[in-house]
């Protein structure tokens, strides 16, 4: 079914992932609602596929984000802290302010400035006042090496696959926090690292995807 959830309109959209039972929760629900995917996907944004947004780069499928809210989505609580590395167009990053509230905040880093810049024009055009009030800030950097001054989150995601553990991006996550990231080369899965207030880290392999690697932006325009 996860493959079946394309739709017409954003609406349509999020219904169909209802329907497939990928999103259930109230707060992901109302965030796919509230942050339109047309905002940050100009081909087919509606398609349950992954798109290009150029510059080697892709937005990932509607029911992997889905995936991606629901299991942060204890940690995206208003008042929450998140990163999101690899934020290409925004749209998670959003999806992910949406869900924190006014008082909560959001870092989406990627290191192509182009995306980056592209990103900032649409949050400026559809939800100005995340960026005015700082809810959501978009930084340009090696989202490998997270984004330590605004350090520790309750919640990291991460849009493309570590070839190993990420201890770094670990490092910058709360007691008790949680990240959702795609691990591995050839053979990939998600893998949901949970942190307790002790500091101590469990792993579990949920799904296995196909992501593009976490790499630097040399190698993304070669990919």
């Not at 039972?21 to 398609?47: C, G, K, N, Q, W």
């Not at 880093?109 to 006042?129: C, F, G, K, M, N």
């Not at 201890?167 to 007691?175: G, I, S």
Request: hydrophobic residues 35%; glycine residues 10%; negative net charge.
């Amino acid at each position: 079914m996860a493959w079946m959830c394309s739709g017409k309109t954003n609406n349509e959209l999020v219904n169909n992932l209802v329907k497939a039972h990928i999103i259930s929760s109230t707060l992901v629900i109302s965030a796919m609602r509230a942050v339109d995917r047309a905002h940050f996907s100009r081909d087919d944004p509606y398609e349950d596929s992954p798109q290009g947004i150029g510059y080697g780069a892709t937005i990932s499928a509607p029911h992997m984000h889905g995936y991606a809210l629901e299991g942060l989505k204890q940690y995206l609580q208003p008042g929450m802290r998140a990163l999101d590395v690899g934020s290409g167009s925004g749209y998670l990053t959003a999806c992910m302010a949406e869900m924190v509230g006014d008082t909560g905040h959001v870092v989406g880093i990627d290191h192509i400035p182009e995306l980056t810049s592209q990103s900032l024009v649409a949050l400026r055009a559809h939800y100005p006042e995340w960026i005015e009030s700082n809810r959501i800030k978009i930084v340009t950097g090696d989202g490998r090496k997270g984004y330590a001054p605004e350090a520790p989150y309750d919640c990291i995601h991460v849009g493309a696959a570590s070839p190993k553990k990420p201890t770094e991006l670990l490092a910058q996550l709360k007691a008790p926090g949680r990240m959702f990231i795609p691990v591995g080369t050839s053979s990939q899965y998600i893998v949901v690292y949970d942190k307790d207030a002790q500091g101590n880290i469990t792993e579990k392999d949920v799904m296995g995807v196909r992501y593009v690697p976490l790499t630097d932006a040399a190698k993304q325009w070669t990919n």
